[in-house]
């Protein structure tokens, strides 16, 4: 029997599946304006250097690059960065974002759209991007909260509840293997315990219905997690109507809440206007060698 291997730690969804190209492309339609009009909106421009991590296909890492031409660069990482394409301004590189070293204060701008839900460690990325960005640089995480995807129309409420079965199946598979499908909701709290300022947060609710490009991410969903979905109690009926059902033109849903939270790494302390010490301060500063003298520091 062929060996296939597992899915990366933490990640529910593969670059190397049958499915991937279709998941991006959908992806890309459906995400892509809410994304980069936050980016633009924020001011990205010519010059600057830019990081995505976990860029998947790599479409919003290529439009960053136009955006920031000329003079400016991009770097897009992910662990399998084999489907992005390559671009004028644009360094792909293959990256474990969890344990892989990032320079120190060297990006204008960091990017990361639903990644970190999928890393357990989580919080500790966040650090690790800190410190990537040069002092008031613009970091913007897009994350959803997936625990609440509720279903708006079906033929019938059987439908509905399968469905919603469906979603909450998702949200669990999403837990096991070690992801947090409602962190969108807590990306801006983390954002400022990870001691970033200036949080911006801005909600963003999509309807899946038949043709739209939220629905076509989600019969991917359904089509990469059918032999997982069958172990977890779905029938091959079922599955085969879940399919059916969102192509039904009476069915609509909403996608969870995106949360496009944008926030900035502390500027460094203005020290050229600082006050000079009070005299007192100076007297004991001044006299503090002679106190020691004869009495040297332990070694």
């Known amino acids: 029997?062929?060996?296939?291997?597992?899915?990366?730690?933490?990640?529910?969804?593969?670059?190397?599946?049958?499915?991937?190209?279709?998941?991006?492309?959908?992806?890309e339609h459906a995400l892509d304006p809410l994304t980069l009009d936050?980016?633009?909106?924020?001011?990205v421009a010519p010059g600057m250097r830019c990081l995505e991590v976990g860029a998947g296909a790599g479409s919003v890492a290529r439009a960053l690059a136009r955006l920031v031409a000329p003079g400016g660069r991009v770097t897009a990482t992910d662990l399998k960065p084999g489907r992005i394409a390559p671009a004028p301004g644009l360094t792909v590189l293959a990256h474990d974002i969890v344990t892989d070293p990032l320079p120190e204060a060297e990006y204008d701008v960091v990017v990361a759209r639903l990644v970190l839900q999928h890393l357990p460690r989580r919080r500790e990325v966040l650090g690790r991007l800190a410190r990537a960005l040069r002092p008031g640089g613009l970091i913007q995480i897009d994350e959803f909260d997936a625990d609440h995807e509720p279903c708006l129309l079906a033929p019938t409420e059987e439908d509905a509840r399968l469905y919603e079965r469906f979603t909450a199946a998702k949200a669990a598979l999403m837990r096991a293997s070690g992801g947090d499908p409602g962190w969108g909701r807590r990306a801006a709290g983390a954002l400022r315990d990870a001691g970033f300022t200036a949080i911006g947060i801005r909600p963003h609710v999509l309807v899946r219905a038949p043709g739209t490009p939220a629905l076509g991410?989600?019969?991917?969903?359904?089509?990469?997690?059918?032999?997982?979905?069958?172990?977890?109690?779905?029938?091959?009926?079922e599955l085969t109507r879940l399919r059916a059902l969102m192509d039904d033109p009476g069915f609509?849903?909403?996608?969870?809440?995106?949360?496009?939270?944008?926030?900035?790494?502390?500027?460094?302390?203005?020290?050229?206007?600082?006050?000079?010490?009070?005299?007192?301060a100076a007297a004991a500063a001044a006299a503090a060698p002679e106190a020691n003298e004869g009495n040297p520091e332990p070694t």
């Open 1 to 27: 029997m062929p060996h296939t291997a597992a899915p990366p730690r933490g990640y529910v969804f593969d670059n190397d599946s049958p499915h991937s190209a279709d998941h991006h492309r959908h992806l």
């Open 38 to 43: 936050r980016l633009t909106g924020a001011g």
């Open 252 to 280: 609509a849903a909403a996608t969870g809440v995106l949360y496009s939270v944008q926030a900035r790494r502390p500027p460094l302390p203005d020290t050229r206007h600082a006050a000079p010490p009070a005299p007192a």
């Open 217 to 237: 991410l989600q019969l991917h969903h359904l089509a990469q997690l059918a032999p997982r979905l069958a172990r977890h109690g779905f029938t091959p009926a």
